[in-house]
């Protein structure tokens, strides 16, 4: 049986890390970067969200009900939608949806592809359903966050040349396309350099917890690498498919472009 006392008796040392960042708070304040509200306001949002997390993943793991599980995936699917559709409030709504669709979709698919065939294990396991579809979900929603912000600029920076194209009879579809291939360039960066430096310059959290947690790092190291290419594939398709199918609602009959 578990207690808040009990949590904060047996892991409140790990507490003293919050001195060190209110260290960089007071170097934010007199370097005069107005971020330290910001900063704290997040760390105690983050630390909150965490412990809650905490105690309903402990009682899930001792009641694995599949209700239960598909019913916390939800909540992480609508909160991660709800993210990457408030991030981009300038596409047209029919633009939001098919992005939101595709975003879930893939993110269920690769999640289920890895637990039942690469782990081969129970897809119901809250054990491995929850983290691997909340690292998936994640980095998808990070991915697809930086695509529509970078669409957006670049279709509003690009305003005359399109209008121009336009004019001269091209399709809005061949004038999107170098937009949403940079989107997605821009989108796979982080993934990207995070599996560059993967190895002798980071070991990342996955492979850290369970090399913490006494796994034998040979393993470990290969769970990493499987997680690691489920999120390449995660964002790099839920990007690629979602801008694509929903590209064609940015443009009228008439192939005036909306934004």
């Given at each position: 049986?578990?207690?808040?006392?009990?949590?904060?008796?047996?892991?409140?040392?790990?507490f003293?890390?919050?001195?060190l960042?209110?260290?960089?708070?007071?170097?934010?304040?007199c370097?005069k970067?107005?971020?330290s509200?910001?900063?704290?306001?997040?760390?105690?949002i983050?630390?909150?969200?965490?412990?809650?997390?905490?105690?309903?993943?402990?009682?899930?793991?001792?009641?694995?009900?599949?209700?239960?599980?598909?019913?916390?995936?939800?909540v992480?699917?609508?909160l991660?939608?709800?993210?990457?559709l408030?991030?981009?409030?300038?596409f047209?709504?029919?633009?939001?949806?098919?992005?939101?669709?595709?975003?879930?979709?893939t993110?269920?698919?690769?999640?289920?592809?890895?637990?039942?065939?690469?782990?081969?294990?129970?897809l119901?396991?809250?054990?491995?359903?929850?983290?691997?579809?909340?690292?998936?979900?994640?980095?998808?929603?990070?991915g697809?966050n930086l695509?529509?912000?970078?669409?957006?600029?670049?279709?509003?920076?690009?305003t005359?040349k399109?209008?121009?194209?336009?004019?001269?009879?091209?399709?809005?579809?061949?004038?999107?396309?170098?937009?949403?291939?940079?989107s997605?360039?821009?989108?796979?960066?982080?993934?990207?350099?995070?599996?560059?430096?993967?190895g002798?310059?980071?070991?990342?959290g996955?492979?850290t917890?369970?090399?913490?947690?006494?796994?034998?790092?040979?393993?470990?190291?290969?769970?990493?690498?499987a997680?690691?290419?489920?999120?390449?594939?995660?964002?790099a398709l839920?990007?690629?498919?979602?801008l694509?199918?929903?590209?064609f609602?940015l443009?009228?009959?008439?192939?005036?472009i909306?934004l």
């Amino acid at each position: 049986m578990f207690s808040i006392q009990n949590i904060f008796s047996s892991v409140g040392h790990f507490f003293i890390i919050y001195l060190l960042l209110f260290v960089v708070m007071i170097i934010l304040r007199c370097s005069k970067i107005y971020k330290s509200k910001e900063l704290f306001l997040s760390s105690v949002i983050m630390t909150i969200q965490l412990i809650l997390a905490g105690f309903i993943l402990t009682l899930l793991f001792e009641n694995p009900h599949p209700l239960f599980c598909l019913a916390y995936i939800l909540v992480m699917i609508t909160l991660a939608t709800k993210r990457i559709l408030v991030k981009s409030p300038a596409f047209p709504k029919a633009f939001q949806i098919r992005v939101a669709l595709v975003f879930i979709g893939t993110s269920l698919f690769v999640s289920t592809y890895f637990i039942t065939l690469v782990l081969q294990e129970n897809l119901l396991n809250p054990q491995f359903l929850i983290p691997i579809t909340g690292m998936l979900i994640g980095n998808a929603m990070t991915g697809f966050n930086l695509a529509l912000k970078t669409l957006h600029e670049q279709l509003h920076t690009n305003t005359d040349k399109i209008n121009c194209l336009i004019m001269l009879g091209i399709h809005p579809k061949k004038i999107l396309y170098p937009f949403i291939v940079s989107s997605l360039e821009t989108a796979l960066i982080p993934t990207i350099n995070s599996m560059m430096s993967m190895g002798f310059i980071i070991l990342p959290g996955m492979l850290t917890g369970q090399i913490l947690a006494g796994a034998i790092p040979t393993t470990a190291i290969f769970h990493q690498i499987a997680i690691t290419i489920a999120i390449c594939i995660t964002v790099a398709l839920s990007v690629f498919l979602g801008l694509h199918f929903a590209q064609f609602t940015l443009y009228k009959k008439n192939l005036k472009i909306l934004l």
